[in-house]
């Protein structure tokens, strides 16, 4: 009788063993030095999801050029992170020299120039680049109100009631007209029109900076400066992108080199795609708030 329950005795004990092992809780693996645990983190909006190889923090739509820093991080300041109109010194002295008053009148309305050429230039070709440079360029234009405020200056922008492509010193009124002529005929028209823009503004940021002794306003002037490096650099990478280059008109080729190789942002930081990342790269982009940075210019569909 023993011998003929032996065969279900032993199904028995193997359908037992298959139950208890499926229950048994699977030990973790040792964790190593080199291993750390994965972070759950949930992404801010414009940071990448961390799809494809590895953590991410890709930028943008597309493959990212340049900031916003600003940009974009996102508005303003050094790089496009914070308002530049933020935590600014207070003046011990509020009288201002005839240039230093010229300075900023000019700066407001420059600062209104680029953000109108970009508006106009995205509604004409679309390419997000100049979305997100011209929301850069109205917290420029913020910040150097502020002062005009704090130094009791009539405001340009609000004697043209702030209408696009309206100035009120003839000369920006000229090119204006002239940026948007040439921007209009082509994308690559229209990224050059950009980083020219940039380039004047550099070129002019320098020599205000020179012109004044206020803590406030040249700390000002420095975060739109360090603001337009990031679109610049912004523009210039999508110009190349798109199989064209820039040489600058404004600026020094030395300084025009120093901004390329030490912006943060460029190709070289690209996230990969729809601000998917790839393999730990940091896709920073330009402008870049301040700017912001950004996508890589496509024309329009």
Known sequence: MLKKMLPFIGVLVFALSLVACQAAPTAAPAQTTAEAPTAVTTAMPGMGNGAGNGPAMGRGQGEMHGQEAHDEDEHGGPPEGMN?????????????????????????????????????????WGAQVFSNIARSEQMHMDAVGTLLQRYGLDDPVAQTNDARGVFNDPKLQDLYNQLVEKGSASLVDALTVGATIEDLDIKDLDEAIARTTHADIQTVYERLREGSYHHMKAFVSNLRANGADYSPQFISAEEFQHILESTPGGPAMGGQGAGRGRGGEMGHGAGGPHGNCQATATPAP
């Open 84 to 124: 530049p109109a933020e935590n600014i010194p207070t003046p011990s002295d509020t009288n201002l020299t005839d240039a230093e008053k010229a300075d900023l009148l000019h700066m407001r309305e420059e600062e209104k120039l680029a953000r109108d050429v970009y508006l106009t230039l995205y509604d004409k």
